[in-house]
Antibody, heavy 118, light 111 residues
Framework: QVQLQESGPGLVKPSQTLSLTCTVS??????????WSWIRQPAGEGLEWIGR???????NYNPSLKSRATISLDTSKNHFSLKLSSVTAADTAVYYC??????????WGQGILVTVSS | QSVLTQPPSVSGAPGQRVTISCTGS?????????VHWYQRLPGTAPKVLIY???NRPSGVPDRFSGSKSGTSASLAITGLQAEDEADYYC???????????FGTGTKVTVL
């Protein structure tokens, strides 16, 4: 079973870049089975898909975030990362990483709360 | 950005049957994209409950079932148990938004 764990700063200042890493265990991030995704949920709001990356490096992003989000892979460390630039208070949320297969977010990390505040 | 609408809450007594609707449109469910359901227990990450409308991953009790009708999908829980108290989300793909979308979420309360 694939396990995922998010890590990164819990506090980011406005206008700066949010950086998170998702460490994968139980399978190789180079597997051609999964897309590796980021999803977030602001307090009191719904889940929002941010984007995903495939082992080839091909990425897809939520058009509402595309200009600010970048997802990358590090096969040597078996992890993938999210960078979200020019953050505002509206980016305060619990961020989840997940593995996706055939459209289903099959395995999820526990989530990490990131607060944007000065 | 939720384009899939769910009732905010449903409740039932232990042993009862409850259903959760997920209403979409011609750009997601109506376009033929699969609907998946997730359960999020308090303090935990979401877990796949139903995938591709009607399929249950191993380990999910058969008390949970899914269905589709037109531009909507539904999740039914029969024989409601206290441990089913959680938030439930539907999810699909939307061609207009060009991305994966989630429902607004439904809180299930066991009376």
């Amino acid at each position: 079973q694939v396990q995922l764990q998010e890590s990164g700063p819990g506090l980011v200042k406005p206008s700066q870049t949010l950086s998170l890493t998702c460490t994968v265990s139980g399978d190789s991030i180079s597997s051609d089975v999964y897309y590796w995704s980021w999803i977030r949920q602001p307090a009191g709001e719904g889940l929002e898909w941010i984007g995903r990356i495939y082992t080839s490096g091909n990425t897809n992003y939520n058009p509402s975030l595309k200009s600010r989000a970048t997802i990358s892979l590090d096969t040597s460390k078996n992890h993938f990362s999210l960078k979200l630039s020019s953050v505002t208070a509206a980016d305060t949320a619990v961020y989840y990483c997940a593995s996706q297969v055939q459209g289903v977010f099959r395995y999820w990390g526990q989530g990490i709360l990131v607060t944007v505040s000065s | 950005q939720s384009v899939l609408t769910q009732p905010p809450s449903v409740s039932g007594a232990p042993g009862q049957r409850v259903t959760i609707s997920c209403t979409g449109s011609s750009s997601n469910i109506g376009a033929g994209f699969d609907v998946h359901w997730y359960q999020r227990l308090p303090g935990t990450a979401p877990k796949v409950l139903i995938y591709a409308y009607v399929n249950r991953p191993s380990g999910v009790p058969d008390r949970f079932s899914g269905s589709k009708s037109g531009t909507s999908a539904s999740l039914a829980i029969t024989g409601l148990q206290a441990e089913d108290e959680a938030d439930y989300y539907c999810q699909s793909y939307d061609t207009s938004l060009r991305g994966y979308v989630f429902g607004t979420g439904t809180k299930v309360t066991v009376l």
